[in-house]
């Protein structure tokens, strides 16, 4: 297990940004901070990531695969496409597939977000945005968490602001005023269906 192709970690991590393998984008136009991401048979299952775009222009496209985008710094990006645009505003997550052709248009200026990348057909994934006071049960996994501002902890260790927590299984406690993104990642082979009523149904008139 590596810090940048994590499967199901069994407890937490804390993944500080002098951690994340970084890389700048062909076109010029930003940098990608891989935080971490799980594989198999060299298809990627998530990847996580927080990506600096520094102008306007066109997204990757990464086919069969979906994403989420949540911009936690700057005020926004419009991302459009032939299927229609789509306004991603601060702390608001946006879902849409990999395989949309985007081009993207700043709001004001440059941007932060982070990335969700996934195999929508091995895994069912979200991303909350927590604001204190309040604490989150975790009881599976893989999870992140993000801490954006204000004292967040997770399992009893305080994440400091900008540091990723990947794992599963403790609490998130936020005090007043603190945020995080919290962003879940399900094995849809392991979700449990409620069961099911199989008796027959009632014939009596």
């Not at 849409?96 to 985007?102: D, L, T, Y």
């Not at 057909?121 to 968490?145: D, M, N, S, Y």
């Not at 902890?153 to 993104?181: E, K, N, Q």
Request: net charge neutral; charged share 20%.
């Amino acid at each position: 297990m590596s810090k940048h192709n994590i499967g199901k970690p069994l407890v937490f991590t804390f993944i500080p940004p002098e951690r994340f393998l970084t890389s700048r984008w062909k076109n010029g136009r930003g940098v990608t901070h891989e935080i971490a991401r799980h594989e198999e048979n060299g298809a990627w299952v998530w990847r996580l990531s927080i990506a600096e775009v520094a102008s306007d222009g066109p997204f990757s496209r990464f086919e069969g695969l979906a994403r989420i985008l949540t911009v936690i710094e700057g005020a926004g990006v419009n991302l459009h496409s032939p299927e229609g645009a789509i306004q991603a505003r601060p702390l608001v997550p946006v879902h849409f597939s990999g395989s949309r052709a985007v081009d993207s248009r700043m709001v004001d200026g440059p941007i932060r977000d982070l990335n969700v990348i996934y195999d929508p057909a091995r895994i069912v994934a979200a991303v909350e945005v927590l604001t204190g006071p309040c604490q989150h049960e975790v009881k599976v996994g893989p999870v992140g968490v993000l801490a954006l501002f204000g004292q967040v902890a997770v399992a009893g260790r305080v994440l400091p602001v900008g540091v990723f927590a990947l794992g599963s299984d403790g609490a998130i406690d936020l005090s007043d005023g603190a945020i995080c993104l919290l962003v879940t990642l399900r094995d849809k082979a392991l979700i449990t269906l409620p069961p099911q009523d199989l008796s027959p149904p009632d014939a009596t008139p």
